[in-house]
């Protein structure tokens, strides 16, 4: 966690729920909801959590873990979840969690997860400091900010191999 002066705004703060009806537009050939668009979906989701946060302009630097899960089809009901998991200097990360919601039940059934790094930037583009970090409140929290430290490291890394 950072041990730093500045303000603190907790996790709950900006959690961003998105809802989306799956639409014929939305589908690829197979007649189901097209990748691209789902990741739009979670880049948008993520953009609206990391905006709130640091009450100012972001940009997408990175997308980790992207994993699809399920598949979803036209009709079906589509939660996207975001919520911080750390903040840096100019960074901070955000998972999204993506569910497909059953109308009926209310049930959710997971859909997608990944880990998104949106930079805090001035109205040129360049990178300035966010003026609030978190402090994790629960295990959950906690857990989310080691692991992100352990994603930076290793997106580090992979930037020294040439990824």
């Given at each position: 966690?950072?041990?730093?002066?500045?303000?603190?705004?907790?996790?709950?703060?900006?959690?961003?729920e998105?809802?989306r009806?799956?639409?014929?537009?939305?589908?690829?050939?197979?007649?189901?909801?097209?990748?691209?668009?789902?990741?739009?979906?979670?880049?948008?989701?993520?953009?609206?959590?990391?905006m709130?946060?640091?009450?100012?302009?972001?940009?997408?630097?990175?997308?980790?873990?992207l994993?699809?899960k399920?598949?979803?089809?036209?009709g079906?009901?589509?939660?996207?979840?975001?919520?911080?998991?750390?903040?840096?200097?100019?960074s901070?990360e955000?998972?999204v969690?993506?569910?497909?919601?059953?109308?009926?039940?209310?049930?959710?059934?997971v859909?997608?997860?990944?880990?998104?790094?949106?930079?805090?930037?001035?109205?040129?583009?360049?990178?300035?400091?966010?003026?609030y970090?978190?402090?994790?409140?629960?295990?959950?929290?906690?857990?989310?900010?080691?692991?992100?430290?352990?994603?930076?490291?290793?997106?580090?890394?992979?930037?020294?191999?040439?990824?």
């Amino acid at each position: 966690m950072a041990t730093d002066n500045r303000k603190i705004k907790s996790v709950k703060d900006s959690l961003t729920e998105c809802m989306r009806i799956v639409k014929y537009e939305d589908i690829n050939g197979g007649t189901r909801l097209f990748g691209g668009r789902l990741m739009q979906w979670m880049d948008e989701t993520a953009g609206i959590c990391a905006m709130r946060h640091c009450g100012g302009t972001i940009t997408t630097a990175a997308v980790d873990n992207l994993q699809f899960k399920k598949g979803a089809y036209i009709g079906d009901v589509i939660v996207l979840s975001a919520k911080i998991t750390y903040v840096g200097n100019t960074s901070m990360e955000v998972r999204v969690d993506v569910y497909l919601e059953e109308i009926k039940t209310g049930l959710r059934h997971v859909l997608n997860r990944a880990y998104f790094t949106e930079v805090s930037v001035s109205e040129d583009g360049t990178p300035i400091p966010i003026q609030y970090t978190i402090k994790p409140e629960t295990p959950s929290e906690q857990a989310e900010w080691e692991g992100a430290l352990k994603r930076i490291e290793t997106r580090k890394e992979r930037r020294l191999l040439g990824y």
